[in-house]
């Protein structure tokens, strides 16, 4: 990848960046690395990158928030890490579990979503009830079954007293100490730098590279945006792609899960299980916990059980899916929407039974495998 505009570099190596370089927009006065604005080139299919005027990447901004992310002090009792719920070796979000563990063994109540390309979704998290990274960090730092932290100053306090933060803070931020600002500022700007695109889709669409896709993956790609209607929902644009609308939608699946089974098969050691009646269960576990969707922010009753349409990078990485995780593979989404959803009564009118062919559906699944980005470095972006 190549980048106009750059008047200094470092080895993508250095940074760990996701094969993405930092280019400086201006001449650096003196050292480069600390506070200049930084440019990140952004790989091909997806729109310049977006970031508030506040809030300019910097090099040491993204450092200190990769450090941030991967630093379990962070959490009340020290466990727990960004980086443990956003695996980067599981596409950012957690392969093995429905709803990640946070503090103590506590079970979250929604899937995590990947992190990449997040700097483009105008509002976070599966209801968008925040609308700005700066912010949205203090959602999980202060969540009692996330990283459990009592308050800010909680945190503050003890990234002021760690030795290893003295000065980054405001070598960073222009004299500026840690504060609940600067604590998401950093983590925002690295955020930002998590950038999936130049797949082999981006370049069969937006390189012109008519052999980037194969037969199957451009039968898939003809069902996405034909008769499967996915694109509806998950957009492509004439320059780029973020598979995302960006607004809330009911597939039927949140209805679904909503309505409580008369018998759970419990699993009770690896591939053992037994039916339990649900009245039983109910009797010896906690309730299941209601979730609403968009309606939680907005109670606007249209929005009941309406989520976020994610981003679709990288999709192939970032099992399960769904905001409850409750889809293991890309075959079951395939599968569930060619049946028309969950097919609950108030559901989108844009999801309903399609009536694809066996070799459709396979095909559609290779076109969203074609989806993952062309990243060599990406993996590097572990700890700092
Ligand atoms: C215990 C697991 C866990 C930890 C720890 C955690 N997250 Fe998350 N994260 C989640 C879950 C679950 C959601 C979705 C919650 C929802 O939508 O209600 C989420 C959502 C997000 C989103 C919104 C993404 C989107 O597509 O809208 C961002 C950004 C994010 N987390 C960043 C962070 C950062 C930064 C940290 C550390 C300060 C962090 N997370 C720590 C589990 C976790
Ligand atoms: C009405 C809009 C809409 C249409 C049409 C639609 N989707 Fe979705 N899609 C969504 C929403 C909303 C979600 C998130 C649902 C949730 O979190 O429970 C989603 C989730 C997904 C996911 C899981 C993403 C993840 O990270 O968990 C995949 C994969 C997906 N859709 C693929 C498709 C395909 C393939 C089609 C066409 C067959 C399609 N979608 C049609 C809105 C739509």
New binding site residues.
Partial sequence: MTSRRCCWRRPIAELGLLGVLLCSAAVPAQTPGAAEAVSIAVPLGLPPLPYPAHNPPTAAKIELGRKLFFDRRLSFNGTMSCAMCHVPEQGFTSNELQTPVGNEGASVRR?A??LLDVAYHPRLF?DGRDGALETQVWGPLLAPDEMANPSVGHVLDRLRALPDYAGRFEAAFAGRGASADTVGEALASFERTLLSGDSRFDRYRYAGDPDALSAEEKLGYAV?IGS???A???LIGERSALFSDFR??N?G??RLRGQSPRQVEIELAPGVSAPVSAATLRSIGAPPRSDLGRFEISLDPADRW?????M?RD?AR?AP????GS?PT?EA??AF??RGGGGAPDQ?P??AP?GLSAAERAA?VAF?KALDGRQPERDRSSAP
């Fill in positions: 899937n979503p990947t599966h996405f499967g209607r996915c509806a929902c998950h809330y939608h597939t699946i949140g309406a989520y976020k349409t994610p679709l999709i970032t899916y769904m905001h409850d889809l890309l989404v395939v929407y060619d989108s844009l999801i399609l559609l969203l």
